[in-house]
């Protein structure tokens, strides 16, 4: 069973930046389309980045475009997440998870952004 690690959260002010990390346990975890995901208090979970397996093509939700940027880390094996620019409104629990074919959901890492 594939296993999702998430780290990097905390709290910021608003302007502020974070950049989250995703590790899993898969075989050939690099091989996957990733996204990152969050869900806030009372709302449902969106996808706020995805990232393609060969190309690397990435997109965003419109939310965050501009702001955010997910990358991977091939020297350790990591999806990351560049979080610049926060906003109130973007503090949530965060997650990633591959798109396609989604695994067990990790226990996601916080980002409060408040003043």
């Known amino acids: 069973q594939v296993q999702l690690v998430e780290s990097g959260g905390g709290l910021v002010q608003p302007g502020g930046s974070l950049r989250l990390s995703c590790a899993a346990s898969a075989a050939n975890f690099l091989m996957y389309d990733m996204g990152w995901y969050r869900q806030a208090p009372g709302k449902q979970r969106e996808l706020v980045a995805g990232i393609t397996a060969g190309l690397r093509n990435t997109n965003y939700a419109d939310s965050v475009k501009g702001r955010f940027t997910i990358s991977r880390n091939y020297a350790k094996s990591t999806v990351d997440l560049q979080m610049n620019s926060l906003k109130p409104e973007d503090t949530a629990v965060y997650y990633c998870?591959?798109?396609?074919?989604?695994?067990?959901w990790g226990q996601g890492t916080q980002a409060t952004v408040s003043s």
């Open positions: 998870n591959a798109i396609r074919t989604p695994w067990a």
